[in-house]
């Protein structure tokens, strides 16, 4: 699976951005996608998640600012960002969790994929 960020920029305060990450390969087996970052000097964190049956997760700093979507037949997730502050400032990635079940491992083998990430900084 490979994965392409991009929408990211610089912005003021309050203002939106919208994030894409299309993905190819063997997408089949994607069981969820999801959008992290990563400020520098701090740890990877989760932004926002959803799933192959379209449910969503989401960070509590980013809740109701934050919208998480895919659109199946392009391959595509989307995370549109509103109110963006200061501290949305960040490397974003965008992430592919596959499952694979095979005779052998019928429980199920997990990958996690991951792009090169897009920049996204908020101005005051």
């Known amino acids: 699976v490979q994965l392409v960020e991009s929408g990211g920029g610089l912005v003021q305060a309050g203002n939106s951005l919208r994030l894409s990450c299309v993905s190819s390969?063997?997408?089949?087996?994607?069981?969820?996608m999801g959008w992290f970052r990563q400020a520098p000097g701090k740890q990877r964190e989760l932004v926002a998640t959803i799933t192959s049956g379209g449910i969503t997760n989401y960070a509590d700093s980013v809740k109701g600012r934050f919208t998480i979507s895919r659109a199946n037949a392009e391959n595509t997730v989307y995370l549109q960002m509103n109110s963006l502050k200061p501290e949305d400032t960040a490397g974003y990635h965008c992430?592919?969790?596959?499952?694979?079940?095979?005779?052998?491992?019928?429980?199920?083998?997990?990958?996690?994929?991951w792009g090169q990430g897009t920049q996204v900084t908020v101005s005051s």
């Open positions: 992430n592919a969790h596959v499952v694979v079940f095979t005779i052998e491992r019928p429980g199920g083998t997990e990958f996690d994929y």
């Open positions: 390969g063997r997408t089949s087996n994607i069981n969820r």
